[in-house]
């Protein structure tokens, strides 16, 4: 793939093949939020923003991996956890929609949540399987496809959020509300 803009913009190439990425600071515990703007028009249905353990992503589809797990714009919005499909049909996003992304690695089992500009595709999902690793955000595409990522720096590429939801913690620029206690993925967010 081709990372632009401090690396927050991830673009997909012009081959028949998957680009996949993972984000920079890894985390075993802690509740964070980050939001990924669908930027192109082609490739839609095969975008996946996500998590993946950081054992074993040398090789292969990190939506193949265990941990992992994605969501998946495709088949009427799903997700993907370590590699099996949901039959969810949650609803799916279009070009500049925002998907909004929180992960609870202090809950008992840990839980993730997607949301489509600011409402919840679906409710919490048990990630027993994470439990006690180490994980990292990752996105993944088919050819062309592309995200500009907002990690809480308040700008999607060298556009900023138009509305800047609220933070619970006070970490973080965001287009949409921050869910309570959900902090921005950053190197002040995991001193918290």
């Not at 990425?21 to 490739?43: D, M, P, R, V």
């Not at 996500?50 to 939506?63: A, C, P």
């Amino acid at each position: 793939p081709t990372l632009t803009l401090g690396n927050n913009m991830f673009s997909g190439g012009s081959s028949s093949t998957w680009y996949q990425t993972i984000g920079t600071l890894g985390f075993s515990s802690g509740k964070y939020y980050w939001e990924a703007k669908y930027n192109a028009g082609t490739n839609l249905g095969k975008n996946l923003v996500g998590v993946v353990g950081i054992d074993g992503m040398s090789s292969g589809k990190f939506y193949e991996k265990t941990p992992s797990f994605f969501y998946k714009n495709e088949d009427g919005g799903e997700y993907r956890m370590n590699n099996v499909q949901s039959n969810l049909n949650c609803g799916t996003l279009a070009q500049n929609d925002i998907l909004g992304f929180s992960i609870d690695m202090d809950a008992s089992p840990p839980t993730a949540r997607a949301y489509k500009n600011g409402t919840a595709l679906f409710g919490n999902i048990d990630l027993t399987s994470f439990a006690g690793k180490t994980i990292v955000p990752a996105v993944s595409t088919y050819s062309s496809g592309e995200f500009q990522m907002n990690f809480g720096n308040g700008y999607f590429g060298t556009t900023a959020v138009s509305s800047a939801g609220t933070n619970a913690s006070g970490n973080g620029i965001f287009e949409y509300d921050v869910p309570t206690g959900f902090t921005a993925l950053s190197t002040k967010g995991l001193n918290l």
